[in-house]
């Protein structure tokens, strides 16, 4: 079974810049596809940004061109690279890893955006 740890959240000022990282345990990394999805207090977990295997990557609206995520499959990581952080960015962020055999999720890493 595949397991996620993120790493990487902190508090920043707005403007700011962080980078998440997500090492996955087993064999299959390179043949998941990776997403990153946040949750902020009071709100539902939304898609961030995706990853294929072949390194394919989709954004949300609201963070295209501000983040950016890729992926080492020789370190089983992948990362979000977010800069310009705005307040509205403050919520949980979290890791899944997908494939048809499996859909696993990290435990959250807490970004916090000061204005």
């Known amino acids: 079974q595949v397991r996620l740890v993120e790493s990487g959240g902190d508090l920043v000022q707005a403007g700011g810049s962080l980078r998440l990282s997500c090492v996955a345990s087993g064999s299959d990394f390179s043949f998941s596809v990776m997403g990153w999805y946040r949750q902020a207090p009071g709100k539902q977990r939304e898609l961030v940004a995706t990853?294929?295997?072949?390194?394919?990557?989709t954004y949300a609206g609201s963070v295209k061109g501000r983040f950016t995520t890729h992926r080492d499959n020789a370190k089983n990581t992948v990362y979000l690279q977010m800069n310009s952080l705005k307040s509205e960015d403050t919520a949980v962020y979290y890791c899944?890893?997908?494939?048809?055999?499996?859909?696993?999720w990290g435990q959250g890493t807490q970004v916090t955006v000061s204005s």
């Open positions: 990853i294929t295997p072949d390194g394919t990557t």
């Open positions: 899944n890893a997908a494939t048809l055999r499996y859909n696993v």
